[in-house]
């Protein structure tokens, strides 16, 4: 079992900057993939980075080049660094775990383990 905590959502103005945490507490893989996802009203889930213990990282389109996905395995918790935030980054931000992962990747249907989210709003 694996359980995830997130937290760092919050309002902000375009332009703008957060950074998300993650806690992860329980079992844990050695290859073990993490990821965050976010889902606006009315959209699927959608996958925005994702990293391993040794250090690979895939990005969505969208977040390459604004979004920093990272991890401190000494605090057990996994960060993403969003910078230049838009109107359309507003979302629910969701990390997961996907448990003994042949291959790390951005599909929601890959992962175990979620957490309940952070909500993300950016004005314009």
């Known amino acids: 079992q694996v359980r995830l905590v997130e937290s760092g959502g919050g309002s902000v103005e375009a332009g703008g900057s957060l950074n998300l945490s993650c806690v992860v507490s329980g079992n ?4 073990q993939c993490m990821g965050w996802f976010r889902q606006a009203p009315g959209l699927e889930r959608e996958g925005v980075a994702a990293t391993n213990r040794d250090g690979y ?6 977040a390459k080049g604004r979004f920093t996905i990272s991890q401190d395995n000494t605090k057990n918790t996994l960060y993403l660094q969003m910078n230049s935030l838009q109107p359309l980054d507003t979302a629910m931000y969701y990390c997961a775990a996907h448990v003994r992962a042949a291959v790390c990747g951005r599909r929601p249907a890959q992962y175990n383990y979620w957490g309940q989210g952070t909500q993300v709003t950016v004005s314009s």
Do not use: H, M, S
Request: overall charge positive.
């Open 28 to 31: 844990t893989y050695k290859n």
């Open 57 to 62: 990282t895939t990005y969505a389109t969208f």
